[in-house]
């Protein structure tokens, strides 16, 4: 990522939930190329520039998406069901739920711009689809943020002590080494 002027420096590994929250930028970043790309090339072949933006998407998606996935549900969703009652862990179990369904629909974007780049055009019912799948994929990860950035992560903050943070950072930082 390029560094932008005024903005927030990235979180450490020193604070794990801000990381997960800077990430969720990201793929808010991300997101958008794909969904933007998507409407506005309809019905004709990707420029350069458009294609080196969904190839920088996808990857991203590829690896620093599961990489996040991986760090909620490997680290943080663990040790807030340590310290939840049972309401929230039907939250957490849907936020697995939706990792699930994004990972079903990068798959069917993925494939679907792969072969966009590589023929140079998309059939309408691919259009169609890849607009669709974009689309679902924008309202999921915008209802997920939301709940894991005013619900789980304020939680998380309230109720898991230092070491369990910094325990937390150790294991991000792990999945980057």
Do not use: N
């Not at 005024?6 to 991300?30: Q, V």
């Amino acid at each position: 990522m390029g560094i932008q002027i005024g903005a927030k420096p990235d979180s450490g590994f020193d604070d794990p939930l801000g990381m997960l929250k800077d990430c969720h930028r990201r793929i808010e970043r991300f997101l958008h190329i794909l969904c933007f790309v998507a409407g506005r090339a309809r019905g004709r072949g990707l420029t350069g520039e458009e294609t080196e933006a969904i190839e920088a998407a996808l990857h991203y998606f590829s690896a620093g998406g599961r990489r996040h996935t991986a760090d909620e549900e490997e680290s943080l969703f663990p040790r807030l069901r340590g310290q939840s009652m049972r309401e929230e862990f039907a939250q957490l179990d849907g936020l697995e739920r939706d990792h699930q369904r994004a990972e079903e629909l990068h798959a069917v974007i993925e494939t679907l711009y792969r072969k966009w780049i590589a023929t140079g055009s998309l059939r309408a019912e691919d259009q169609e689809q890849i607009l669709s799948a974009t689309e679902d994929l924008r309202r999921l990860y915008e209802q997920h943020i939301r709940l894991e950035e005013q619900v789980v992560f304020p939680r998380a903050a309230a109720v898991l002590d230092r070491q369990a943070i910094a325990a937390m950072g150790q294991e991000l930082r792990a999945r980057r080494e």
